[in-house]
Nanobody
Framework: QVQVVESGGALVQPGGSLRLSCVAS????????MFWYRQAPGQEREFVAS????????DYDDSVQGRFTISRDNSKSTVFLQMTNLKPDDTAVYYC?????????WGQGTQVTVSS
């Protein structure tokens, strides 16, 4: 049974930093790319960042480029999203995702709120 579990969301002030974590179990984690998405209230879910299996290639949405860093630890089946210089527009539920040949898996999300 595949499980994807995010953690680390919190209330943070503008300009602050936060690190999200996501543990994926039930799959050969090191074989798959991992993704972070986010969904703000009343908006569609949008891509944030991705990292391939061996960490050599990462990709970011323009809105977070230079502020967010995605990384992974295959020995712990965990992917991270380091977020710095957070802005109110970053407020959203952040989701972790991965896809195998059979299915796309999502976590339950973790809430990030950027507010003073």
């Amino acid at each position: 049974q595949v499980q994807v579990v995010e953690s680390g969301g919190a209330l943070v002030q503008p300009g602050g930093s936060l690190r999200l974590s996501c543990v994926a179990s039930g799959i050969a984690f090191s074989n798959y790319a991992m993704f972070w998405y986010r969904q703000a209230p009343g908006q569609e879910r949008e891509f944030v960042a991705s990292i391939i299996s061996n960490s050599t290639i990462t990709d970011y949405d323009d809105s977070v480029q230079g502020r967010f860093t995605i990384s992974r630890d295959n020995s712990k089946s965990t992917v991270f999203l380091q977020m710095t210089n957070l802005k109110p527009d970053d407020t959203a539920v952040y989701y972790c995702s991965t896809s195998t040949r059979e299915c796309t898996y999502w976590g339950q999300g973790t809430q990030v709120t950027v507010s003073s």
